[in-house]
């Protein structure tokens, strides 16, 4: 029998239903106010943005690139703008848009660099807002207290957060039904066995993991 000890990281999938939802709730704040083109936050905000988009019939979406979160549910030192706005953006009504505010210093660079840029105004947007980041965006579709802190798995990195949170579970060689157990007890994580299968076989196709005698470790 192994003994698993780990520090509790509770994760949430999101579903679509709750984008749709999050993405008209964000509309309706903004009310009459008009934007001529969005900045999309990438990687996060880069769905989200085309969504919001939609909804306000923006065609002019530009993006930057910040960088903060590495690997599922562990944060990769302080953010930092690694791919800047090229368009020029003077006179603009710009609304930047991202997925979450967890840190905030991810939206925080992205507002900064956005202003370099000379929009005439420059609102932003973001589905979730965590109460203990840096900055509160202008727009956010719900409000997580840091004591309800999940890392939430949407829909556009589902699969890249299901690899991950396996790949933690296999800290020393387990089977299915341990790393099961672990994904519940240290994420509150229940996957379905088609993508759980799906995760496994893609992780032992790149050469991430390895099977033997019943038993899965990291390659």
């Known amino acids: 029998m192994i003994i698993m000890d780990f520090q509790k990281v509770p994760a949430q999938i999101v579903s679509w239903e ?6 008209e709730i964000i509309v309706e704040k903004i009310g009459d106010l008009e934007f001529d083109c969005v900045i999309s936050v990438i990687r996060g905000g880069l769905v989200p943005s085309r969504i919001v988009a939609d909804y306000l019939s923006i065609k002019d979406i530009f993006t930057l690139k910040t960088e903060h979160w590495g ?6 030192g302080k953010a930092a703008v690694t791919y800047p706005i090229v368009k020029d953006l003077s006179g603009r009504s710009v609304l930047l848009v991202d997925d979450i ?3 905030g ?10 202003k370099q840029k000379n929009p005439r105004i420059v609102k932003s ?3 979730l807002h965590i109460n203990k980041a840096e900055i509160v965006p202008d727009y956010f579709a719900e409000e997580v207290t840091a004591d309800n802190w999940k890392w939430f798995i949407f829909p556009w990195n589902r699969r890249e957060d299901f ?9 020393v060689p ?11 007890k240290k994420n509150d994580l229940h996957i379905s066995r088609r993508e759980f299968e799906e995760t496994i076989s893609w992780l032992e196709y790149h050469d991430k993991i390895k099977n033997g005698n019943g038993k899965i470790s990291k390659a």
């Open 71 to 76: 690997i599922t549910a562990t944060p990769d």
């Open 105 to 114: 210093q991810s939206l925080k660079l992205a507002l900064d660099a956005t």
């Open 174 to 184: 387990r089977t299915r039904d341990e790393i099961t157990s672990c994904l519940i």
């Open 101 to 103: 505010t967890d840190t």
């Open 18 to 23: 709750e984008i749709e939802r999050w993405a």
């Open 125 to 127: 947007a973001t589905f």
């Open 163 to 171: 690899r991950n949170l396996i790949l933690n579970c296999i800290d």
